[in-house]
């Protein structure tokens, strides 16, 4: 079974500090994505990343940035934490698609960091 | 711009009774994704459909997909409580990435 981690499961941060949320991957997957998840907008894509070292924005990135330097690890950074950041984060990883009829790009989703910024 | 639009929003059904949740959306992506999510947990994978006319079923569940209507169904068999969850559905984006465009969610809740 494919196997999505992150580092803490409830996270309480001051405004202003600088947050790390990690995510660790053991199936060899090329994609992982960051997404921010409030009541009433949904999931929202804030990062992802194709391939070590490589990362694009999403719909909502800023404020975060992203590391990437081995292929099982994807970084979400906080670099100055804000009320509005208060928020359950998830991430996920899935295999590229191999192109043709049958490929797809199915997600697993991490179990998830519900941050709190006071 | 892509959108994916799900109905009904919230559902309140009592056990036993059968219904469907859609999902519509707006591009040619013919992959779709069905997820599940239970209250403060993370997103569970339930069905990918891959082509058009595609039927996949699990339990009490049933996924199908019309990529001509740009619609899919997750239809809910005899629910019973432990289906109370909010349900996602999600296609592929379009633009050459791996992205996902997700639907907006239905909220279940199967009453005793």
């Known amino acids: 079974d494919v196997k999505v981690t992150q580092s803490s499961r409830y996270l309480v941060k001051r405004t202003g500090e600088k947050v790390f949320l990690e995510c660790v991957q053991d199936?060899?997957?090329?994609?992982m994505f960051w997404y921010r998840q409030d009541p009433g907008l949904g999931l929202r894509l804030i990062y992802f990343?194709?391939?070590?070292?490589?990362?694009e924005k999403g719909d909502i990135p800023e404020g975060y940035s992203v590391s990437r330097e081995k292929k099982e690890r994807f970084s979400l950074i906080l670099e100055s934490a804000s009320t509005n950041q208060t928020s359950m984060y998830l991430c996920a990883s899935s295999l590229s698609a191999s192109g043709g009829a049958q490929s797809y790009n199915e997600q697993f989703f991490g179990p998830g960091t519900r941050l709190t910024v006071l | 711009e892509l959108k994916v639009e799900q109905n009904p929003l919230f559902l309140s059904m009592q056990e036993g009774k059968n219904y469907t949740i859609y999902c519509n959306y707006s591009?040619?992506?013919?992959?779709l994704y069905w997820y599940r999510q239970d209250p403060g947990k993370s997103l569970e994978s339930l069905f990918v459909?891959?082509?058009?006319?595609a039927v996949k079923q699990e339990g009490r569940l049933m996924a199908s997909l019309d990529t001509k209507a740009r619609l899919s169904t997750l239809h809910i068999t005899a629910a019973v409580h432990d289906l109370s969850a909010t349900y996602f559905c999600a296609v592929d984006s379009t633009s050459g990435t791996y992205k996902y465009i997700f639907g907006t969610g239905t909220r279940l809740k199967v009453l005793a």
């Open positions: 990343s194709y391939d070590v070292k490589m990362k």
């Open positions: 591009t040619t992506s013919d992959r």
């Open positions: 459909l891959l082509s058009n006319g």
């Open positions: 199936m060899d997957h090329e994609n």
